[in-house]
């Protein structure tokens, strides 16, 4: 692209034509990743984090979902304890212990995912968000235990369980103890199953690798948000192992909606009332 095409850049400069270094007005803009619209954030924040342009959803802290989602003041968040260790000493241009910690201290959370329990129109669930802003919303041994104790515990309580699933995939950084989280969720909703009580994944965007590969797609109802891309691996990947073209919009939630992959595609401000609906018929 030559120099001349290039977009202007935006400034925040002063009437003087200086440039501050910082802004009083960072943070107070979002741009959308889908039309590009500069939108004021509390706008943004007040539509659901939903472009007020375009309806594109955009992430969505995974605390300030629940506290959405669930009925007011029901949620209490359990296993909040949980910290991932460092089996392997592993490093690659920076040591895991390193990255979990920056993500910690900017995330304050001690891992990828939320769990508690809580209740969406007075019926009682075993629920589970992650926050793919914590490494890519990737699956070690303690995001995997923390699934696996939604499970569990929605057994316990006989309640059913939810999830909201945004992850990368398996946690590279924790090798082999990462894969088998794979197989130790599914093993743990299968336990739940014998309690003949739903369970109800909700797949944002992006949900691949591991994850896609094993509860996220194994929920009674599949549940996406707009434009989500779920898929196993991704498709540059795809197309050079098939060596062939891949057809528009694939592992798209609209895609796979239209393949019979998921049941329904809900827009966030349907999200809750859905939720109920279900609920209220199944649970
Ligand atoms: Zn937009």
Known sequence: MSWFSKKPRISTAEPDGRVRKTSRMQGLWVKCEDCNEIIYRQEVEKNLHVCTNCGYHLPWPARERLKAVLDPQSFRELDADLEPEDPLAFADSKKYRERLRAARKALQSP??????????????VSVGCFLFEFMGGSMGSVVGEKVAR????????????????????????????????????????????RRSRPYISVMLHPTTGGVAASFAWQGDVILAEPKALIGFA???????????????????????????????????????????????LMG
């Open 111 to 124: 891992d990828a995912f939320v769990s508690g329990i809580g209740e969406i129109g007075g019926h009682l």
């Open 150 to 193: 939604v499970f569990e515990r929605g057994y316990d309580k006989d309640c059913p369980a939810l999830i909201f699933s945004a992850s990368g995939g398996a946690r590279m950084q924790e090798g082999i103890l990462s894969l088998m989280q794979m197989a130790k969720t599914s093993a743990a909703l299968v336990r739940f199953h």
């Open 234 to 280: 991704g498709p540059r990947v795809i197309e050079q192992t098939i060596r062939q073209k891949l057809p528009e919009g694939f592992q798209t939630a609209e895609f796979l909606l239209e393949h019979g992959m998921i049941d329904a595609i809900v827009a966030r401000k349907e999200l809750r009332p859905k939720l109920e609906q279900l609920l209220g």
